[in-house]
């Protein structure tokens, strides 16, 4: 792969990253401002969401990859993830406007994220299942492409629920 392709793809998960994981940017920003620190220190949990989303989808894709020979466009998997990222931003829309409903808060911040995750699981097979012709194959995809996003998502760089 060629250097402009990687410096796309590690970019571009940068940024979906960053708005998956915006809910906890605010969740730190209210953090910050109880403690009456200096809102500049909101640098770090920009540079660690938009690492963690990169990190988890370069696992997922790698394993992938690794199994099945194919890895689906960086605009398809960007399509792909874009529930995920609406789940984030509606949480992190959930937490300016209910700061002080934390149950209600937190149940409908995890379904969000669940149903993004379902989606952007779905999605990933909806595209193997159009670009493997091998019977094998696809039921490789069916099987490997669920336990390796529940397995980078979930328990190697866990989505914060």
């Known amino acids: 792969m060629e250097m402009k392709r990687i410096v796309e793809w590690a970019l571009a998960l940068w940024v979906v990253g960053e708005v998956v994981y915006s809910y906890q940017i605010v969740g730190f920003y209210y953090m910050l401002r109880i403690f009456n620190a200096p809102l500049s220190r909101l640098w770090l949990p920009l540079l660690v969401n938009g690492l963690r989303f990169t990190l988890q989808s370069l696992i997922l894709l790698g394993v992938l990859m690794?199994?099945?020979k194919k890895v689906?466009?960086?605009k398809l998997y960007a399509l792909y993830s874009t529930p995920l990222a609406i789940a984030g931003l509606s949480s992190a829309v959930l937490r300016l406007s209910l700061p002080s409903e934390i149950g209600l808060r937190t149940l409908l911040e995890q379904l969000l994220l669940l149903a993004g995750f379902i989606l952007l699981i779905i999605g990933l097979l909806r595209h193997y299942s159009e670009n493997l012709e091998v019977?094998?194959?696809k039921l490789t995809a069916y099987i490997t492409t669920p336990l390796l996003a529940i397995?980078?998502?979930?328990?190697?760089?866990?989505i914060p629920l």
Do not use: N, Q, S, T
Not at 151 to 158: G, M, Q, S
């Open 151 to 158: 397995v980078a998502f979930w328990i190697i760089i866990p």
């Open 66 to 68: 690794l199994a099945l």
């Open 72 to 74: 689906p466009p960086l």
């Open 135 to 137: 019977k094998k194959r």
